[in-house]
Every structure is written in structure tokens, then in C-alpha cells.
């Protein structure tokens, strides 16, 4: 690294003292260009040599591990790192807030802990440290931050490279087959926030979850397939299987939960899943669900528990010939719903207790009351209900949370959208 290293953060690798904006087009056009054909092994050390190409040092690249409890480091040429946990540490602190952190070092500089998100999945963070920070600094800082989590999930399609980074334990079978079936952990839009997870992380059989979010329609449900294991692993499978075949097509939520009854009765006799099949009208805040076995959802406004998704439930998906009783309530904006397994409230504690729905809905409105992003509160959540459950996992415990922010303003998004001609290119 040259000694001249100038005042402000980043710098140009010619040597010159150019504009941000020139330098931030040098790196991120560096890294899109070669990032195109480079494998997956040698992403992070791509990274890293071209942050230190502009004056960043120490370079990190922290994956979050199943359960989201511990950062771990990608390895590499000139990555550093260690697994940190991800309370009580400044990687853990950007992690969890999806935002900057910035740590003086005790030397001099600044060291710079930045949210990897695809879209708005958590991949991880970002870790480097220049001598100074300007607010250009920070601007490109995050760009590379988001440059570099997509990358990561674009590669991750063909490799196990970052699957291992951030696997922290053995593996059930049944679990990955559940996990390599999930959609991402979470997902945030101007209109809606919705975050999943799945307990245990690396033990997990019959429970799942699934989402799509199409024009102004956000798809959902929980299953929970009967049995534990590989075997219901396996029938949690078909039954997200049917369940997005029908999905995909648009079919009304009575006629997907018939589709799928009639699936799983043919293929797993004598065995069911329950599940909640849900469709949420960002448009009008109204949420319409069957409710096919399963625990009732809880409705939070405001920190508090104002009630159940109550109605009369639908027989789990496989007994046959059930016809479906689909529910609707209109919520208003902020309203969150979560959807749970049975796992999560019938584990029995000393005595023989059951956890219960009291106990339940009193951490919901703890995790709560700080208004953290979906994706936050459920991690918090399902650590504190397996803290209060003494480390019991007997069952699977799946929770999705969903909230409604806003009706969409897609107008207001897209006014900096150019304006396309009729043959498809830009007009200028």
C-alpha cells in the first residue's frame, strides 16, 4: 500500500485523488466485470484485493450461520475474521439492524461494518477499515456492501462453498432437504415486512414455510407435516410442492387447499399436514386464510396482542373431502400477524406444563415493544422462546411474521423511472 494514503477514506488505485464517484465506478465496475466468470472460492479474495486496491485494510466477509446466532467468516487471501456472535458485537449490531456501523480503532481509522442484503434477505456483513470516512465513503461502502451479497447469493446457486461457511453444526438429513426448499428467510417492500424461521435450525423435520409476493398479492403459509424425521421431511416437500403448483396458477384459495387434500391423501394415506394458507391485498391491508388444523395466527398492533385469525378451522390437508371455511379480517397499517407451529406452544416444561399461548403472546410483546424490522423480531423471538422452553426442541417450532406498513405507492417509487418508447429502448 502506497504511503501517500490521502485524508479521506477511499482512494483512487491510479494514485490520483480523483472524485468518489470515479473511484466508486473503478471498484464496482472492477468487481462486476471479473466477478462474471471468477468461482465462487475466490469471491472473497476478489473483494478484498480490490478494497485494499483503494485503501481498505482488514477486510472480513461474515455469512450468518443457520440458526442466527454466530457470524462466520468466509475464508480467503486477505480475508480476516472469526466466528463472532451476533449479539453483542459490531458485526452483530449491523447484522441485526440493517445499518452501518462505524468503530473507531484504537490506532487510528475507522473500521466499517456493513449489512451484505440481497434485496432485503440478510446475507451477512461486510467488514473493512479505511484511515478516514467521508460520506461519499460511506455511500460507496454500502454499494460494494450490496454488490457483494449479491454476489454471494448468485454464486451460492452452484457451490456448497457458502453453505459450509455457514453451517456451525452437523446437518440432519431431513433438515436440508427442508432448508434447501425454503424461500429466503425474509423480505421487505415499502408495503409489507415478512420474516421466517424454522427451530431447531439444524435438526428441523416436517415443519415449512413459503411466500411469493406477485403485483399487489402477498401468498403465504405454514405447514406442518405429521410425523418427525426424514419421513416428514419428505411429505413437507409434496406439500409445498402442491402447494406453489396451485399458487403459480392462480388458484382460489378454497380450490388450493382442495388440490392439495386431494394430493396428499393419494400420496401419504392414512398421514396429514395442517398448515394456514394465506393471501394478503397489500392494496386494502384485507388478509383472507384457511385455517387447516392449525394453532390460531396472533394479531399484534401496536406491541400488543389484540387477538386470534379465529373462524372455523378446515381439517388438516390429507383426511379428504373436507370442504374449506375461508376467513377475512382488513388490517390497518402497522398490524402484524404471526403464524406459528404447535411446536412453539405445546412443548412441555419441568412438571409437564405445557409453554402455553399466554406465554407466548408475553414474549411477542416483549420482542415487540422495540419496533425492530420483521426479520429482527422473529430472530429475537425464537431465541427467547427456546430460552423460556429450557432448550426444548421436541417438535419442530416454525414462526412467519407479517406486516402490513402501508398501501403501495408505486407511483411514488417509479417516478425516476424513465419513460420506455414503444419499441422498448429509453427515450433521451
Given amino acids: ?40 472460492r475466490l469471491i472473497g479474495p476478489l473483494v478484498a484485493q480490490e478494497l485494499h486496491l483503494v485503501g481498505a485494510s482488514e477486510v472480513s466477509i461474515h455469512l450468518q450461520d443457520y440458526d442466527q446466532r454466530v457470524l462466520r467468516p468466509l475464508p480467503g487471501r486477505r480475508l480476516v475474521g472469526r466466528p ?74 452452484y457451490t456448497d462453498t457458502f453453505a459450509r461457511v455457514r453451517t456451525n453444526r452437523p446437518m440432519t438429513l431431513a433438515a436440508q432437504l427442508q432448508w434447501q426448499s425454503l424461500p429466503p428467510l425474509s423480505m421487505t417492500t415499502p408495503d409489507i415486512d415478512l420474516a421466517g424461521v424454522l427451530e431447531p ?7 415449512s414455510f413459503d411466500y411469493a409476493l406477485d403485483h399487489h398479492v402477498l401468498h403465504l403459509a405454514v405447514f406442518d407435516a405429521m410425523g418427525h424425521g426424514l419421513e416428514a421431511a419428505t411429505m413437507a416437500s409434496v406439500v409445498l410442492a402442491a402447494y406453489r403448483h396451485g399458487r403459480r396458477r392462480d388458484v382460489p384459495l378454497d380450490e388450493l387447499y382442495t388440490e392439495m387434500d386431494a394430493v396428499v391423501s393419494r400420496s401419504f394415506p392414512g398421514r396429514f399436514a395442517t398448515g394456514q394458507l394465506g393471501r394478503l391485498d397489500s392494496d386494502t391491508g384485507e388478509l383472507s386464510w384457511v385455517n387447516a388444523g392449525h394453532p390460531p395466527a396472533l394479531w ?87 430460552a423460556a422452553r429450557e432448550g426444548r426442541t421436541s417438535d419442530d417450532a416454525t ?20 419513460e420506455a418508447s414503444p419499441g422498448g429502448a429509453q427515450e433521451r
Fill in 84 to 157: 463472532t456472535p451476533i449479539d453483542g458485537s459490531p458485526e452483530g449490531r449491523a447484522f441485526a439492524t440493517d445499518s452501518r456501523v462505524e468503530q473507531p480503532q484504537p490506532g487510528g481509522g475507522v473500521r466499517l461494518h456493513l449489512p451484505m442484503l440481497d434485496g432485503s434477505d440478510r446475507v451477512g456483513v461486510l467488514s473493512f477499515t479505511l484511515p478516514a470516512v467521508t460520506d461519499p465513503d460511506r455511500v460507496l461502502a454500502q454499494r460494494v456492501a450490496g454488490l457483494v451479497a449479491d454476489l454471494v447469493v448468485t454464486k451460492n446457486l
Fill in 201 to 207: 435450525a439444524y435438526e428441523v423435520g416436517g415443519d
Fill in 300 to 386: 399484534v398492533r401496536r406491541s400488543r396482542v389484540i387477538g386470534e385469525l379465529t373462524g372455523a378451522p378446515t381439517r388438516p390437508v390429507g383426511f379428504g373431502g373436507a370442504a374449506p371455511a375461508v376467513h377475512s379480517v382488513r388490517l390497518e397499517p402497522g398490524d402484524r400477524v404471526l403464524f406459528f407451529t404447535d411446536g412453539v406452544v405445546e412443548e412441555r416444561l419441568d412438571g409437564g406444563e405445557q409453554f402455553g399461548d399466554r406465554r407466548l403472546r408475553e414474549l411477542i410483546e416483549q420482542t415487540t415493544a422495540d419496533r425492530l424490522a420483521a426479520p429482527e423480531t422473529v430472530r429475537r423471538l425464537s431465541h427467547a422462546l427456546t
Fill in 1 to 40: 500500500m502506497p504511503d501517500e494514503t490521502p485524508a479521506a477514506g477511499f482512494r483512487d488505485p491510479t494514485g490520483e485523488l480523483p472524485s468518489a464517484e470515479s473511484t466508486g465506478e473503478r471498484l464496482l465496475g472492477s468487481l462486476l466485470d471479473r466477478a462474471h466468470l471468477i468461482p465462487p
Fill in 399 to 418: 414462526l412467519l411474521l407479517v406486516e402490513w406498513k402501508s398501501p403501495p405507492r408505486d407511483d411514488e417509487l417509479a417516478r425516476d423511472i424513465p
